[in-house]
C-alpha cells in the first residue's frame, strides 16, 4: 500500500518539476515576463521615492506596505504570462491530454512562478533599502522567510486565476482583478511582518497571529488550487 | 471491448446543441474519418474524445476506461490544429519534455529515435521558433507518436501540411493501422482521408447523419458521401 502510493509522489513531483523547469527554461531564453516586470517595480519604486520623503519616520512605517504594493503589482506581470504562454501553438491541449494530472501541472507552474517572483524581489529588496534609506538587511533571514511565505500565497492565486482567465480576451486586466481582493488577507499580513523587519527590528511576539494567518492562508488557498485546477482546465 | 467507445454524446455551449447523441466505435486497426462541414461539431468531438472538453450528456470510453482516466492519456496520440510545441525549447527539449511527461522509460532515447524518423536529428538542437513550417509539422507528428499510443485522435492533420511531412503521416498512419491501433481523423480533404479510412461517419450540424464502413463508391467520387446523406 505504501510503495504505490511512494511511487505516486514521487512520479507527480517529477512530473512538477518538469513543468516548473520547462518554464524557467522558455522564460529565461525570452525574458518577457522578467524583463517587464523587473523594469516595472524599478520604476514603481523610483516613483513611489520622489512621493514619500525617506527620512520621514511615517514613510519607514508604511515601507510594508509600499514593498508590498511592488511585489504585487510587479507579479501580476509573470502571472499573466504563465497560462498565456501554453495558448501559443495550442501547448495547452497537449499538456491537458497528456497523463499529467492537473495538480502536478498546477504545483509545476507555481515553482517556476515562485522563483521568477523572488528573483524579481531580490533585485528590488536593496534598490528599496538605499530609496527608503532602511536597514533592511539587519533582519535578513526572517525577513527572507515572510517575503517568501507571501510570494508563496501571491504565487498560488494568481498562477490559479492565471489558468481561470487564460482563454479570455482581457485576461490581463482581469487576472488583478480577481487575485488582489483574494489576496488581501495574506498581503495584509505580509505587510504587518514587514514593516518592522526592513527597519532592523525583529519580529516580536504581537506579530506572530500575522504569521499564522499568512501560513494558514497559503495551506489553505494550496491546497484549494490543488483540489479544483482538473476543473478549471477541463470544460 | 472497442478502443474508442462514444455513447450518446451532447455538448452544449449555452443554449446551442453543437453535439447531439453522437454514438459510435472504432475497432482494433480501424480508421474513422470523421467528415462534416465547417462547424458540424467534428473538432468538438475529437476534443471530447481526447478529454479535453467535457459531454453536457453521454459518455466516452477510450481503451475501456473513462477518456480522464491517467491510464487511458497514456494511450492517446492527439495532434490537433496547433502544433503543441514550444517556440522557445529546441526540436530535442520538446520532444524531452513530452517523454517525460508521459513517463517513458527511457526519454531521451526516445526523443533522438523519434528525430531521427521525422529527419530532424540534424537540427536536434535549433530552436523550434527558427524551423520552417514543414519541419515544426513534423516534429509535430513526432510529439503525437512519441509514446507510441493505441489511439490516434487527427483533427484536420493534413492542412497545411508540405509534401514530405504528408507522405510521413501516411507513413506512420499506416503502420499504426497494420500494428491494430485505432485511429479517428477528422478532415476536410475527403481524399487523403478516404484513402486511409476503413468507416466513415458524417456530421451535419452536429448530428450524426451516416456512419459506417467506407465503400468503393466513397473513394471513386469523394463527393458521394454528402450527396446522399449531407445538406444540399
Known amino acids: 500500500m505504501a510503495v504505490p502510493a511512494l511511487r505516486g509522489s514521487v512520479s507527480f513531483l517529477r512530473q512538477s518539476f518538469t513543468i516548473a523547469s520547462k518554464d524557467l527554461r522558455a522564460e529565461l531564453r525570452t525574458k518577457e515576463a522578467l524583463n517587464a516586470s523587473v523594469a516595472f517595480a524599478l520604476v514603481i519604486l523610483l516613483l513611489f521615492s520622489f512621493a514619500f520623503e525617506p527620512t520621514e519616520v511615517e514613510t519607514r512605517q508604511i515601507s510594508g506596505g509600499l514593498l508590498w504594493l511592488v511585489f504585487a503589482f510587479a507579479g501580476a506581470l509573470i502571472l499573466n504570462r504563465s497560462f498565456a504562454r501554453e495558448l501559443a501553438n495550442d501547448c495547452l491541449d497537449a499538456l491537458v491530454a497528456a497523463p499529467i494530472s492537473g495538480a502536478a501541472l498546477f504545483l509545476g507552474k507555481a515553482v517556476a512562478n515562485l522563483a521568477l517572483l523572488v528573483a524579481v524581489e531580490l533585485v528590488c529588496l536593496p534598490v528599496f533599502g538605499v530609496f527608503y534609506n532602511v536597514p533592511w538587511t539587519l533582519q535578513f533571514w526572517p525577513l527572507m522567510l515572510v517575503v517568501l511565505l507571501g510570494t508563496w500565497g501571491l504565487t498560488v492565486v494568481g498562477t490559479m ?43 516580536a511576539a504581537d506579530l506572530m497571529p500575522w504569521l499564522r494567518l499568512l501560513v494558514a492562508f497559503d495551506v489553505i488557498f494550496t491546497a484549494l488550487a490543488l483540489a479544483l485546477v482538473e476543473t478549471v482546465l477541463v470544460r | 471491448m472497442n478502443p474508442v467507445q462514444v455513447a450518446g454524446v451532447w455538448k452544449y455551449y449555452g443554449d446551442y446543441p453543437a453535439l447531439r447523441d453522437i454514438s459510435f466505435e472504432v475497432q ?89 524518423r521525422t529527419g530532424l536529428d540534424r537540427v536536434r538542437d535549433g530552436l523550434v521558433r527558427e524551423f520552417s513550417r514543414g519541419m515544426r509539422q513534423r516534429l509535430a507528428v513526432a510529439r503525437a507518436f512519441l509514446h507510441e499510443p493505441s489511439v490516434l485522435l487527427l483533427d484536420e492533420p493534413f492542412t497545411a501540411l508540405d509534401d514530405r511531412a504528408i507522405a510521413l503521416l501516411q507513413t506512420l498512419l499506416r503502420d499504426a493501422l497494420a500494428g491494430g491501433r485505432s485511429i479517428v481523423v477528422s478532415t476536410h480533404q475527403l481524399r487523403e482521408a478516404l484513402e486511409l479510412a476503413t468507416h466513415v461517419a458524417l456530421l451535419v450540424r452536429g448530428r450524426l447523419a451516416h456512419t459506417g464502413e467506407r465503400t468503393a ?16
Open chain 2, 28 to 116: 482494433p486497426g480501424a480508421c474513422m474519418a470523421l467528415l462534416g462541414r465547417n462547424g458540424a461539431g467534428k473538432t468538438t468531438l475529437l476534443r471530447i474524445v481526447a478529454g479535453l472538453a467535457r459531454p453536457t450528456r453521454g459518455g466516452v470510453s477510450v481503451c475501456g476506461a473513462e477518456c480522464r482516466n491517467r491510464a487511458t492519456r497514456h494511450s492517446i496520440g492527439i495532434l490537433g490544429h496547433g502544433i503543441s510545441l514550444y517556440d522557445e525549447l529546441s526540436a530535442f527539449e520538446n520532444l524531452h519534455l513530452f517523454a517525460r511527461v508521459y513517463g517513458l522509460a527511457e526519454p531521451r532515447r526516445a526523443a533522438m529515435e523519434w528525430l531521427e
Open chain 1, 161 to 203: 486565476f492565471s489558468a481561470l482567465t487564460v482563454n479570455l480576451r482581457l485576461r490581463e486586466l482581469m487576472l488583478p482583478m480577481l487575485v488582489y481582493p483574494i489576496m488581501v488577507p495574506g498581503l495584509l499580513a505580509a505587510v504587518q511582518l514587514t514593516t518592522p523587519l526592513v527597519m532592523g527590528q525583529p519580529l
Open chain 2, 217 to 232: 463508391e466513397m473513394l471513386e467520387d469523394a463527393g458521394w458521401l454528402y450527396r446522399h446523406y449531407g445538406e444540399a
